[in-house]
């Protein structure tokens, strides 16, 4: 843990109230987080410190600190926490720094070496300056606020120092939307406030023209007030004021090095340029001294207090400004000579993090070791699946070579994989313009295809796709016009032209055979296999092609392939729930090797919420989905996933009749630029048909068939969900017909198919028509439990209407179980009609009968109850989440009528 920086005040000032809030946190014995917010010197540090003196005994104290400019050591906040600590597995530490394991695992160990030295015990987990944090602690602190416990998690930042393209941002915007944060703001200090600090310092009340004068020279800056006095020997007031003051707090703070030896200067300004984490090793060999007088110089400036002993043979400086003071007097000639002294030291050892090599070269002037760096440090960090330390270090070298072809397309791909699209659209623009290699040009319009796409710009994407069509008409076989080809086969998938895809696919494979290209073989395997899966009769087929080529993309290292196969494989319902989940957590695995945060959080959390879906648990599902949008940082960019959770939520909420949450979100989606054309006019038309508002949705029913002209695909959910709408409003039966004629094509599933056209039926009064298909389609597994059943509940309606109602009974019941986890329109269509049969309502007790109620997600989780696991074990078998585990929980013992874990292994075990 990093020593608190003292002050000249004994007492802490003007934070009394802010130091009350934590520590009711710290002694509440409930997880809790705070972030505290404030300018250098504001005394966010002190707080911190302050808090750690009075929290109850027995609390476990973890304080790490970022290091300022540094992309070197990822989990650097939680390993300067822990450094020198006992009790830490060597083992533990080796994996979270094994750059071979994907960054879940190495998450899930560092939360394991949490757990270790916490166990139930309470604790204050401290990350200081999280501006500075790498992402892997950025996403560690946001995993450690989830924890359950009696913990406290503090988190300490400059918001004047945070931009978008830091880690910090989406984590700020993520805590607020899925935590009750503490929000802790540090101002400055008022002139009484200034006036108690100094008469805290010096004993005795201060004089006010003395307070005045500090007070309007320091802006209340406490550091900077406490610096002034240190400076001022015996803290003579009056004569501070008679005196001129410093210029600066930086001519302050170097005042504590001024009186040093020659010698010591030259080893403190060599300390300032090593970075916040200062190497007993590295600094004797840059500065060229004996151990014996390093030790003697660094004891003497710990004392000083301008550095403190961070660990075992690691230093830092007490405070960020006193580093950054000290270095500002220094020329630059100095600096580029430690530097230079650094680079080497760094090279001859060989193996060093191409980050801190980079930093130096170019700290040094010497630009072709900072550029060689910074290529190899891109290419490692895309490889480890750290996409923003890619990104930075890509950028780095593009500031000294701009047209690097090399570094663009890192630069672009870093971009692309962190969801930062604007510029992963403004590097990859640069890469295919200045990419000498046909190949190169062509691998950079297959990213942009993709960007634009993700962007909602249709227009580039044909323009672009134009382009490629131009550029294989240039190129000779090979490599180059392959993966040009791939390009096209991505294009035409992603606008629903299958033939076009398969037959740009199928060309992409020739070459690449002829000319042994496993590379470009693997991307237009992933174009084929995605395009034959839109296609019922071909679904299969492609189902095998990606199976295979996951096998094959995870040896071969490229985790993207292999997670967007997954995400097909998931959308293409596997047979079982458990091959569902089980392919879930492999995409996600995959994806956050590679660091692709849209797959690796917006599709796993819309794919644990479908899976949900195929429980036919209404409940979990929405939970999924709000997990998903509170871990979500793209919510707040520009792209294709920054409005599809609202748009899946709205059809949830649409569901469970929650209709002035669909009103907000249609709000939201709104505001949101490039919306497809059939979403906002879709989402009106079915909220105004569950209101029974006919002019509005006549209004909305005009732009929807407008926007369903501009639509390429169709979907069998999208057809049966605004059928349904339109039959709840009273739609007149040619009505639908026409409807069902926009909404339905060749191409639409043939359960969802015959279902609408059944619907369409029963409201022309055609009930044995529809009796026919509905009773066609009661075991239609593509269809979800939900859907299953109100094809049951429709058969029924037919049934009674031709007085078979022995036979509308069998179908009621058989549709009850399915909705069981359901609420909404499709209970109340139920519930109607097994009023019309006189029996009890779907959600009446009576309807209740043990665990025949519970969905098969929910029989499989009381099973396990039934085994004595716990939420969390729940979660981690199961692969949810602990919340979607108690919301499990919460249904089953609402469905069995008990009140006990031990009720429902009595109910429901393993026989």
């Not at 060229?288 to 403190?308: C, F, K, P, S």
């Not at 899976?611 to 599902?621: E, F, K, P, Q």
């Not at 609408?756 to 269809?783: F, K």
């Amino acid at each position: 843990m990093r020593n608190g920086r003292g002050g000249a005040s004994p007492v802490m000032i003007g934070r009394g109230s802010e130091l009350r809030r934590l520590a009711q946190l710290a002694k509440s014995r409930e997880p809790a987080v705070a972030i505290i917010a404030g300018e250098p010197g504001i005394g966010k540090t002190r707080l911190v410190a302050e808090l750690l003196d009075i929290v109850p005994a027995g609390t476990i104290v973890l304080v790490g600190q970022a290091e300022p400019g540094s992309l070197a050591r990822p989990y650097e906040v939680l390993l300067d926490a822990i450094d020198g600590r006992p009790g830490v597995d060597d083992r533990q530490l080796a994996a979270l720094a094994d750059a071979e394991r994907s960054p879940v695992e190495r998450l899930h160990t560092g939360l394991a070496i949490l757990a270790g030295l916490i166990g139930d015990a309470p604790a204050v987990i401290v990350f200081e300056d999280l501006h500075w944090a790498d992402s892997e602690s950025a996403a560690l602190f946001e995993r450690i606020a989830d924890q359950r416990g009696p913990r406290l998690l503090i988190g300490t930042y400059r918001p004047d120092e945070v931009t978008r393209r830091q880690p910090v941002a989406g984590l700020l915007a993520q805590l607020e939307r899925r935590h009750a944060v503490t929000h802790v703001r540090l101002d400055r200090l008022s002139p009484a406030q200034t006036a108690a600090l100094l008469a805290a310092a010096i004993g005795a009340p201060a004089p006010l023209r003395a307070a005045t004068a500090l007070h309007q020279r320091t802006g209340g800056n406490p550091f900077f007030l406490e610096e002034l006095l240190k400076a001022l020997p015996g803290y003579d007031l009056e004569a501070l004021v008679d005196q001129p003051l410093p210029w600066s707090l930086a001519d302050v703070l170097r005042r504590h090095v001024e009186d040093l030896d020659p010698a010591s200067h030259r080893i403190v300004e060599a300390a300032t340029v090593l970075g916040h984490r200062i190497l007993f090793d590295l600094l004797a060999d840059v500065t060229g001294t004996d151990e014996d007088q390093l030790i003697a110089v660094l004891r003497d400036l710990v004392t000083r207090g301008v550095l403190v002993e961070s660990g075992e043979d690691e230093f830092a400086f007490r405070h960020a400004l006193v580093r950054e003071a000290i270095a500002g007097q220094m020329l630059g000639r100095q600096r580029r000579r430690l530097h230079e002294a650094a680079l080497d030291v760094l090279l001859r050892g060989g193996g060093s993090d191409p980050a801190m090599v980079a930093h130096h070269a170019r700290g040094a002037g010497r630009y072709d070791d900072m550029i060689a760096a910074a290529r190899h440090g891109a290419a490692l960090y895309l490889s480890i699946g750290s996409a923003y330390q890619a990104l930075q270090l890509a950028e780095m070298g593009l500031d000294e070579v701009p047209e690097d072809a090399e570094l663009l397309g890192a630069a672009a791909r870093a971009a692309w994989l962190a969801g930062l699209l604007d510029d992963a659209q403004r590097h990859g623009r640069r890469w295919r313009a200045h990419a000498g290699d046909p190949s190169d040009q062509a691998e950079a319009l297959y990213l942009l295809v993709r960007i634009a796409w993700e962007s909602r710009e249709t227009t580039e994407v044909r323009a672009l796709t134009a382009d490629i069509e131009s550029l294989i008409a240039q190129l000779p076989p090979g490599a180059g016009q392959a993966r040009a080809m791939t390009a096209i086969a991505q294009s035409a998938y992603l606008y629903d032209e299958t033939e076009t895809a398969l037959l740009w696919a199928d060309r992409a494979l020739a070459l690449a055979d002829e000319f042994d290209l496993p590379g470009v073989r693997m991307t237009a395997l992933l174009e084929k296999g995605s395009a034959l899966s839109e296609v019922p009769h071909t679904a299969a087929d492609g189902g095998r092609i990606l199976s295979a080529l996951v096998t094959e993309a995870e040896a071969a290292g490229e985790w993207v392939l292999a997670a967007r196969a997954l995400n097909v494989l998931v959308h293409g319902a596997p047979p079982s729930e458990a091959e569902h989940a089980e392919i879930l957590e492999r995409m996600r695995v995959n994806a956050e090797r590679a660091g692709f945060e849209s797959m690796a959080v917006a599709a796993y959390f819309q794919g644990r919420a479908r899976l949900a879906l195929r429980s036919g648990d209404l409940g979990a599902a929405v939970a999924a989905l709000q997990e998903g949008r509170a871990q979500d940082r793209s919510l707040r960019r520009r792209g294709r996933w920054a409005d599809f959770h609202g748009v899946f939520l709205a059809g949830l909420s649409l569901e469970s009749g929650e209709l002035d949450q669909v009103d907000e979100l249609i709000t939201d989606l709104a505001a949101l630029p490039n919306n497809p054309p059939t979403v906002i006019p879709g989402l009106a038309f079915h909220l105004a048909c569950r209101r029974h508002d006919r002019p509005r949705a006549e209004a909305a029913l005009a732009e929807l068939v407008a926007g369903l002209a501009e639509q390429s695909w169709r979907s069998g959910e999208q057809a049966h969900d605004l059928v349904s709408a339109a039959l709840e409003l009273g739609l007149p039966a040619d009505r639908l017909d026409a409807m069902a004629g926009l909404l339905l094509d060749a191409e639409v599933w043939d359960a969802y198919r015959v279902l609408v056209e059944a619907q369409v039926a029963e409201a022309h009064g055609r009930h044995a028509e529809a009796l026919a298909g509905y009773l066609s389609i009661v075991e239609a597994h593509t269809l979800s439990p939900a859907v299953r059943g109100t094809v049951r509940v429709g058969a029924a309606r037919c049934l009674l209407a031709a007085d078979r109602r022995g036979e509308a009974q069998v179908q009621v019941e058989a549709a009850t179980p399915l909705l069981a986890g359901w609420c909404g329109w499709r209970v109340t269509q139920l519930d109607r009609v097994r009023a019309q049969l006189g029996m009890a309502p779907a959600d009446a007790p009576a309807a209740v009968t043990g665990p025949a109620a519970l969905t098969p997600r929910e029989r499989e989780v009381a099973v396990l109850i039934s085994d004595g696991l716990t939420n969390t074990e729940l979660a981690q078998r199961l692969y949810i989440s602990p919340k979607t585990a108690a919301v499990h929980v919460s249904n089953i013992l609402r469905k069995l009528g008990v009140s006990s874990r031990t009720e429902v292994g009595d109910l429901v075990g393993r026989r």
